[in-house]
Structure formats: C-alpha cells, structure tokens
C-alpha cells in the first residue's frame, strides 16, 4: 500500500502563484496531478514518468509537475493562476508508466486532495 499526501494549497488572487507537493510512502513510475471543481467531472492536469510530461491544455506553460524519485515526491508549481483553476487538487501514483491521456482509471493510489482557491 502506498499512501499519497498533498500539502501547499491555499488561497491566492488571480495572477499568483502556488506549489503544491505531494509525499509517497513509495516509488511509482507514473505520478500525476488531477482536479475537481464543484459541479465538475474530475480532470487530469498533469503527468510524468521517465518518458515525459503531459499536460492539460488550459495550464500549459502556467504549471510545471516535477517529480524526485529519490525522495519520491511529486510537486505542481502552479503559475499565473486563474480563478477557473480553483478546484480540489488530488496527487495520483500508478506503478506502471503513464499512457498518453493517462486515465483516472489507470491509478493504483490517490491522495486526499488540497484545495486550491483563486479570487479574480
């Protein structure tokens, strides 16, 4: 069992910036960052394993996921932040690499999220 923990979320007004980090108890291949926004279907945001990163098109070039396999911590440096990336942020670990539109359904483990508040 590995267990996920995120930790950085907050409130900041529009045009701010946030980093978000998640702790695992283990080594994943592929680790990603997805969102929830009241109301909303759960989306991924994010995801990297050796092979690359992927990211979601409304955040491309505003956040940056990074992963350290030596402490096994994922982060989401989250820039220019807008008030539609408000949502509950949830860090996701999967043993095997990330396919391409990594799937919710491809995660083995999931954090309990971080919420992330930006007022315009």
């Known amino acids: 069992q590995v267990q996920l923990v995120e930790s950085g979320g907050g409130s900041v007004q529009a045009g701010g910036s946030l980093r978000l980090s998640c702790a695992a108890s283990g080594y994943m291949s592929c680790m990603a960052w997805f969102r929830q926004a009241p109301g909303l279907e759960r989306e991924g945001v994010a995801s990297?394993?050796?092979?690359?990163?992927r990211y979601l098109d409304s955040v491309k070039g505003r956040f940056t996921i990074a992963k350290d396999n030596a402490k096994n911590t994922l982060t989401l440096q989250m820039n220019s932040l807008k008030p539609e990336d408000t949502a509950m942020y949830y860090c996701a670990a999967r043993f095997l690499y990330c396919r391409g539109d990594y799937p919710q359904g491809d995660f083995n483990y999931w954090g309990r999220g971080t919420q992330v508040t930006v007022s315009s």
């Open positions: 990297i394993d050796r092979y690359g990163t």
